[in-house]
């Protein structure tokens, strides 16, 4: 029983509220669940317009410090239940408030009526979330859930349509990797965000290289989490921001609850996912396995992949749980090549690749604690782990015309990463005096990171055979070779303080403290060819580099909320962006990288308004500006041989500016706003960017005025979705603006006059515009799903190459159609 200690604490919550000029006390509840009158545990309660949350002990109990007496909003939210809101009087005569969930599952023929109201619109992460502070940034969350979209192929246009200015790269059918830019962000592996899950790293080296070749399957996901440029405090220095995957959690109520999802679809595709998850006294497990296929798009697309994830949870005291995570992906997939202007322009779907592979294989490891050490302090310690590879074997040549032949050599890269961290994140409340009080956030990181890369001959033939053999004679064998190893080290502190001054303005200063080693030590080799292709003499050369740098970054956020549905925010934050070693040390025909590059540094800013208007209209509209000095960029150019390549440098300083707004309506509550919808819902979206990029300053005066690479002007993402009953649909519309691939702004097309120009690494992405629908049906344990990924079968592409899986254009797949089958008990 913890009444003595709750009623203690409400004693001193009543006696200190005498003395204040607006009597505060203490509210103390009980959540119960109905029909069977279990306490439920988990349940937070958010009370609107005080910035106060709270969270349900094992007994159902909550606690609420510091509320004003009188009338007061309640929101309460459990997974598996429906989210309930409340109004209540809140007086100094104490007492435990008594208030009932809904289970979910038991209201199947009234969700459509009270679900769409409670979960209307773009959700948004809260000012204090767990152990990390989000007061006055940008964010968004999708609930995938919510959405009527297609989940099987982890279809990022159709997932993140809500999500304004996202600039998304799509050419694999299976959504193998995710590769999301946003604001002149170069969107190859979503490498320019912080990229997590359950929000631990899962990149390949978060300081050596970036990338991320793992993607958990949208099916796993219970949100997704992003922050843009002023989460660096927090999350690490990178321009993008925050990107976390928040997978499903065990189910709290039952010992056993199976899901099971198939989907076929269009060239090949298959798709099955399979989870089980429960609750046996103080251990949770949850628990999923993915397999998928395909024969994609274009012939030498096929695929194969599976990924397995266990998550188990000890909860030892109410106060106190520990937890245990790992992830496994494996795939195998056959890279098509890329094409050149005119390829493209004859027949998109046309490939002369059938020899070049790409395998990965990820494993993550995860350990967490979470102590609750009182009602207003809690501390998440966090330790995880990497051991992953990644094989690229085939043909980069430049000119991407010209077929290979089976009896050529191939090129072979691999990468073997290992790489462990642990953070430390301590978060407590205060009060200051009778208005001020303030939420403290303090953090510590050590990471190690460790990768090898060996570039060089690969066998010839058409398997997926990834060994290394000597290079053979004849001009078009691989020219270099390279070993190299890459070790990295990376502490960091980081704080922030959420400064309320009354109920309805804040202020969030924060500081993160930052040491950096990059390091870098192997060899390369050239090989030297006479006219008929023999080996004339091979140079080898020793290269070790170590760059360490430490360094301070600050940001500061504020909030002005005059009623509790609407919020004015404002944000700054200095970023920075490491050089990366292990992309200078491979040899590329269609990309040189100087061997000199510097750091970036720059700034983050947004300025914006963001709210509801009953419950008929949710929306944010903000501007932003980012900053960089140093910005490293491509530039096309030529070779002493007249080959084309794009050339990666410092290019210069960069300023990008625009306009980002998001806005959702439930056209039946502005029809017929005093008529409940009953078991109708319509509801129409848009997000709109306006972006303006220039360079501003550049060595190279031809660079100067010209628009910055992946930046569209316009970026537009508008859609519907309604439905009756047990019967929903939505239809989306994308379009994007003209974008460049590099700094030169070079044109080109299946008519360019330059007999050089082959390659298309360089040139400008043309703008396109795709239609997608989807429908699904549910009752009961059963749901069918319906999809027609881009419905106009628009022809269009999204990315020149420089390297695997091109070089060249990388076309984006035409229509296709996909069956869902999904069981729940």
């Known amino acids: 029983m913890r009444f003595p200690v709750y009623s203690a604490v409400l004693a001193v919550g009543m006696l200190s509220g005498f003395t204040a000029t607006a009597q505060q006390v203490s509210l103390q509840g009980r959540v119960r669940e109905a029909g069977t009158n279990r306490p439920v545990v988990g349940c937070e309660v958010y009370v609107r317009g005080s910035r106060q949350i709270a969270r349900t002990d094992t007994a159902g109990l909550f606690m609420l410090p510091r509320l004003a007496t009188g009338r007061q909003q309640l929101q309460l939210s459990s997974i598996g239940h429906e989210p309930f809101k409340t109004q209540i009087e809140v007086t100094a005569d104490g007492g435990v408030r008594e208030f009932t969930l809904t289970r979910r599952e038991q209201q199947l023929r009234e969700v459509v009526v009270a679900a769409p109201q409670a979960r209307f619109g773009q959700q948004r992460l809260r000012e204090v979330e767990g152990t990390a ?115 499903r959690t065990p189910e709290p109520d039952k010992t056993v609850a199976v899901v099971s999802r198939q989907t076929a679809g269009s060239f090949g595709f298959f798709n099955s996912f399979n989870s089980v998850s429960g609750t046996v006294r103080k251990l949770s497990y949850y628990t999923f396995a993915q397999y998928k296929r395909g024969d994609g798009w274009r012939p030498n697309s096929n695929f194969e992949s599976k990924t397995a994830y266990a998550d188990l949870r000890y909860q030892f005291t ?128 050590l990471y190690r990171g460790y990768n090898h890369s060996i570039q060089g001959a690969g066998p010839a033939g058409r398997a997926a055979d990834f060994r290394f053999e000597e290079a053979a004679p004849g001009l078009n064998a691989p020219a270099a070779s390279s070993d190299y190893r890459f070790p990295n080290y990376n502490a960091a502190v980081f704080a922030e303080n959420i400064f309320y001054f009354g109920e309805s303005f804040s202020l969030t200063p924060g ?99 963001r709210g509801e208007q009953g419950q008929w209209l949710t929306y944010d509209v903000s501007l932003f500006a980012l900053a960089y000095n140093n910005r490293i960029g491509e530039v096309g150019t030529y070779d002493a041989g007249n080959r084309p390549f794009r050339y990666r440098d410092n290019i210069g300083r960069a300023l990008i500016l625009g306009l980002e707004s998001y806005a959702e309506l439930d056209v039946l509550r502005v029809l017929r706003p005093t008529v409940e919808p009953g078991r109708w819902r319509f509801s129409a979206f848009g997000n709109l960017s306006l972006i303006r990029s220039r360079y501003t300053a550049s060595p190279s005066p031809e660079i100067v005025g010209n628009q910055v690479e992946f930046v569209p002007a316009v970026n537009l993402k508008t859609g519907v979705q309604g439905g009756y009953g047990p019967f929903k649909a939505s239809v989306q519309y994308t379009y994007l603006s003209d974008q460049f691939s590099e700094a030169t702004n070079a044109f080109n097309s299946p008519t360019d006059a330059d007999p050089r120009r082959t390659d298309a690494v360089i040139g400008l992405i043309p703008a396109y515009q795709v239609l997608d629908a989807s429908v699904s049906w549910e009752r009961r344990w059963l749901k069918l799903e319906g999809n027609i990924n881009n419905l106009g079968n628009a022809l269009y592409f999204t990315r020149r190459a420089t390297g695997y899986p091109g070089p060249g254009i990388l076309p984006s797949d035409g229509r296709s159609f996909y069956l869902t089958v999904a069981v729940k008990w």
Not at 402 to 421: C, K, S, Y
Request: aromatic share 10%; glycine share 8%.
């Open 511 to 609: 500081v993160r403290v930052e040491y950096i080693r990059t390091q870098a030590d192997g060899d390369y080799q050239t090989v030297s060819r006479d006219l008929a292709g023999n080996i004339t003499g091979i140079e080898t050369t020793h290269e070790a580099r170590t760059s360490p740098r430490s360094f301070v970054i600050g940001g500061l956020g504020a909030s002005y909320k005059p009623v509790e549905t609407r919020e004015l925010y404002a944000n700054v934050s200095q970023n920075y962006r490491s050089i990366t070693f292990t992309d200078m040390q491979i040899f590329n025909n269609s990309l040189i990288i100087n061997a000199n590059l510097q750091d970036e540094r720059g700034y983050s800013a947004d300025l914006g308004l």
């Open 133 to 247: 502070i989000f007061a006055a940034k940008k964010s968004e969350v999708i609930v995938p859930d919510n959405l009527v979209a297609n989940l099987a192929t982890n279809n990022a246009r159709q997932v993140y349509a809500r999500v304004a200015g996202l600039n998304i790269w799509e050419s694999d059918q299976g959504g193998l990797q995710l590769s999301v830019g946003g604001r002149g962000l170069d969107p190859n592996r979503t490498s320019n965000f912080n990229v997590r899950q359950n929000n631990y790293d899962i990149s390949a080296d978060a300081l050596g290289y970036p990338e991320s070749y793992y993607t958990p399957p949208i099916e796993a996901i219970k949100r997704i989490q992003l922050v843009r440029g002023a989460a660096s405090l927090q999350y690490g220095t990178q321009f993008g921001g925050l990107l976390n995957f928040e997978l």
């Open 318 to 445: 109410e106060n106190f749980r520990v937890g245990a995570q790992v992830t496994h992906m494996d795939y195998l997939a056959r890279q098509p090549g890329g094409l050149s202007d005119y390829q493209f322009a004859q027949n998109p779907r046309q490939s002369n690749r059938p020899r070049n592979w790409f395998a990965v294989d990820w494993n993550l490891f995860n350990l967490s604690a979470d102590w609750k050490l009182n009602p207003r302090s809690n501390l998440n310690l966090t330790t995880f782990g990497l051991l992953a590879s990644r094989d690229a074997l085939g043909i980069r040549t430049s000119f991407v015309e010209r077929p290979d032949a089976d009896t050529q050599q191939r090129e072979l890269i691999t990468g073997d990463f290992r790489n462990v961290g642990a953070e430390a994140r301590y978060l407590t409340r205060y009060g200051l005096g009778e208005t001020t009080s303030g939420v403290l956030l303090v953090g510590t990181r």
